[in-house]
């Protein structure tokens, strides 16, 4: 199927489980023993008789026996048999959790929004529900959009920043884990239309045309910058353009950067013009420029004048710039015998008491 073009949705969540277990769970066995006792206790046994001369003159002075409560103290004892069974299963709480640490990466993305990012020159490959070959071309801004989403998605450890470009900078979001926020805002990004129609322009996310590179790598550094905890602080350049606005160049930009532990990798997106139609005034990006970027602060210098190319150069930062994480899995037992115990306790006093002190009336 050939990718789709808008913006994954970004998830993440932790797991653990809990559940009710027996330390000693031969113990329940026992359990059916009590059943057939409480059955075979209201079996009638052999009838026994005595003779005895009449007592109806004593009836005016004695008490009714209490027969219901005698027959409450072995239902009691039972129970309490049955609790104390359950008590010696050793009942409890089992909780199973992961405990993550994670030195994650702080990456800011800066993405160019110039006029130029709306040029329809960047092919998807993939297949169509019948497994047919199939093509689609998207603009350049369509492509980053989708290919920087899929790429924030599969970095859920890590702060991630956004800064877009033009004729100026601007910060959209500072670093935070909060993925599914700078996705939201990357889908928000559009391009200024009508002037090259001859229509009434609509001013795009940026008002202001151009390529500021400098400008961008110096905001997104100063973000960076911020965090003096991180170990690992990286920038990733989405460009088709040339410097030409702003009042700091790029390499003096990657300069400070380099000098602050910052990596830059420059990817220059889109086909270059010049080589198929030999105009001098396009303004496509400067290759040059952007590996000095590259090489001053030891980041990797990427062309994608396809969508498999930049997936690719996306892939390959995702592969340099890991995270370290390290899980360990933690149970924790909750042990609950003392509930079954005590309410044992508490029945084998009862019956007993019920036992002794009200007994079942002889024969």
Not at 87 to 96: I, N
Not at 109 to 120: K, P, V, Y
Not at 169 to 175: V, Y
Not at 308 to 324: G, H, N, P, V, Y
Request: proline share 5%.
């Amino acid at each position: 199927m050939i990718p789709h073009l808008l913006s994954p949705s970004f998830a993440a969540a932790t797991s653990s489980s809990r559940e009710l277990m027996w330390a000693a769970p031969a113990w329940l066995w026992a359990l059916l023993v009590v059943l057939p006792l409480l059955l075979l206790r209201r079996k009638t046994g052999t009838a026994a008789g005595i003779d005895h001369p009449t007592l109806r003159f004593l009836s005016a002075t004695l008490r009714p026996p209490r027969e219901r409560a005698g027959r409450l103290g072995p239902i009691f004892l039972a129970l309490a048999a049955a609790a104390l069974i359950l008590a010696l299963a050793q009942p409890c709480w089992r909780t199973e959790y992961e405990e993550q640490k994670v030195s994650g990466i702080d990456i800011m993305i800066a993405c160019d929004l110039s006029g130029s990012m709306s040029i329809r020159d960047m092919v998807f490959a993939g297949q169509d529900d019948n497994g047919r070959p199939v093509r689609a071309t998207v603009d350049r801004l369509r492509a980053a959009k989708h290919v920087i989403n899929a790429f924030i998605a599969g970095r859920p450890n890590d702060r991630i920043g956004l800064v877009a470009f033009a004729g100026k900078a601007k910060l959209c979001s500072p670093l935070t884990l909060d993925h599914s926020i700078v996705s939201y805002i990357i889908d928000q990004f559009y391009l200024a239309e009508g002037a090259s129609f001859g229509r009434e322009a609509h001013a795009g996310y940026i008002s202001e045309d151009g390529t500021a590179i400098g400008t961008a790598i110096a905001a997104a550094a100063t973000r960076l910058h911020e965090r003096k905890e991180t170990k690992s602080k990286v920038i990733i350049l989405v460009t088709d353009g040339v410097n030409n606005m702003g009042s700091l160049s790029p390499t003096d930009a990657a300069k400070q950067a380099a000098q602050l532990g910052i990596k830059i990798f420059p990817i220059a997106i889109g086909r270059d013009e010049r080589i198929s139609r030999y105009t001098a005034d396009v303004d496509t990006f400067d290759e040059k420029t952007l590996r000095e970027i590259a090489k001053l602060t030891g980041g990797r210098f990427f062309r994608a004048d396809s969508g498999a190319q930049l997936q690719q150069a996306f892939a390959s930062i995702d592969r340099m710039e890991k995270t370290d994480a390290t899980r360990r899995r933690l149970v924790h037992h909750e042990p609950l015998f003392l509930y079954p115990l005590t309410l044992a306790l508490l029945l084998l006093l009862a019956g007993t008491g019920l036992s002794f002190l009200l007994p079942r009336p002889a024969p």
